[in-house]
């Protein structure tokens, strides 16, 4: 019998391509008819936002700190006004820390004004 490790944290899909918005839910949970990807790879997912236009500013910094030590796979930019954000999904797990991410980007930026959360929201 065919056996395989889960490898994307829980019973998702790595991504609803159908579906208006997908949100990395709760360990485990399970959602009925859609398609899972269970070859992976697990992924972390982390939103980063700052004051104004200062995500897309520092846009090529954030992916240069990032790719440091991963790699980003999937990521979509928001305009809101205010606050600009960046979703993404990047491999190896672990890789980063929200502590980490955000204090290498608070440096790293030319405005210490970012915040960074362990989740992330693809609306398109």
């Not at 609803?16 to 009925?32: E, K």
Request: a negative charge.
């Amino acid at each position: 019998m065919a056996y395989f490790t889960k490898v994307h944290g829980d019973f998702k899909q790595l991504m609803n391509y159908d579906a208006p918005s997908y949100t990395v839910g709760s360990l485990n949970a399970i959602t009925a008819n859609v398609t899972v990807q269970p070859q992976g790879p697990k992924l972390d997912f982390f939103t980063i936002t700052g004051n104004g236009t200062q995500v897309l500013d520092n846009i090529s910094t954030v992916f240069q700190t990032v790719q440091q030590l991963a790699t980003i796979h999937i990521y979509e930019f928001s305009d809101a006004g205010d606050d600009d954000s960046l979703a993404i999904a990047i491999y190896p797990t672990g890789a980063w820390t929200t502590v980490t991410l955000d204090n290498e980007l608070s440096n790293a930026w030319t405005s210490a004004n970012v915040s960074v959360s362990s989740s992330a929201t693809f609306t398109n």
